[in-house]
């Protein structure tokens, strides 16, 4: 029981991409599911655009200038970048070996723009959107949010519908009525992933429990 647990904090080198339309609350959900689980690491994206309140350097974005981006593409350091409502966006470059002999997996919380380049790069990652409940309930959001001008929030739904058209080719989709229930899900699919054998070298949990008893398997 205790080794199963264990084994459920820790990461596998797994790359889980969530994309939605802005407002839907993807921020919200992973900060909620990463402090419930262990193993996870947030791939914090470089950016053009300036700071919102609140945001930190090195925390919610690298918030660098065009110029400094723009070198970042020549010297190819991104894994993939985008422009998105104006700014320029790009996520690092991934060492997965890295990441697996430490012991975490990747959040990366990128455009459907971005998702489609990562997926051919990243041939295992996992891709989930995020649905609103409804295109009211992401007006009413975006409002709440207290972030945008009436007319900001007017291109940010005209840009959400495109996004949802591209929701078929993600391997997931969660709706995000209520937050619980999303955390629950995401939470879980997570933990789904882990299980999954070809991500454990091969070897399944009944495996490395026998490795860890001595036997060889
Ligand atoms: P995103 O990162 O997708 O742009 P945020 O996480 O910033 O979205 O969420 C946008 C707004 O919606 C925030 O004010 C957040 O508190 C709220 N929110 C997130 N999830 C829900 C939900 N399930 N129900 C109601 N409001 C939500
Ligand atoms: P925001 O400015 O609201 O934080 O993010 C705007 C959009 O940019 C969101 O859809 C978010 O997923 C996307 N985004 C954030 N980081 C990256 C990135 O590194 N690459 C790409 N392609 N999109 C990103």
Not at 32 to 53: D, I, K
Not at 89 to 103: N, P, Q
Not at 202 to 207: A, E, F, H, L, Y
């Amino acid at each position: 029981m205790e080794i199963q647990s264990q084994e459920d904090q820790r990461g596998r080198g797994l790359i889980f991409i969530i994309s939605a339309p802005s407002g839907t609350g993807k921020t919200t959900l992973v900060k909620r599911v990463m402090e419930l689980l262990h193993g996870l690491r947030f791939s914090v994206s470089y950016t053009t655009r300036p700071p919102r309140t609140g945001e930190q350097e090195g925390v919610d974005y690298h918030f660098i200038s065009p110029d400094a981006f723009r070198e970042m593409i020549e010297k190819e350091q991104f894994l993939e970048w985008a422009e998105v409502l104006g700014h320029c966006y790009g996520t690092a470059r991934v060492d997965i070996e890295a990441l697996k002999s430490e012991g975490v997996d990747l959040i990366l919380d990128i455009d459907t723009q971005g998702a489609k380049k990562a997926k051919e790069k990243l041939d295992h990652a996992v891709l989930i959107f995020l649905l609103p409940p409804s295109i009211d309930a992401l007006e009413e959001r975006l409002k709440g949010r207290g972030l945008d001008s009436l007319e900001r929030i007017q291109f940010r739904l005209a840009h959400a519908k495109r996004d949802i058209e591209e929701s078929h080719w993600y391997h997931h989709i969660i709706v995000n009525e209520r937050i619980e229930e999303a955390v629950e899900k995401l939470k879980a699919l997570i933990l789904t992933e882990r299980c999954r054998k070809e991500m454990n070298h091969g070897k399944s949990d009944s495996g490395r429990l026998l490795e860890k008893c001595g036997k060889p398997v």
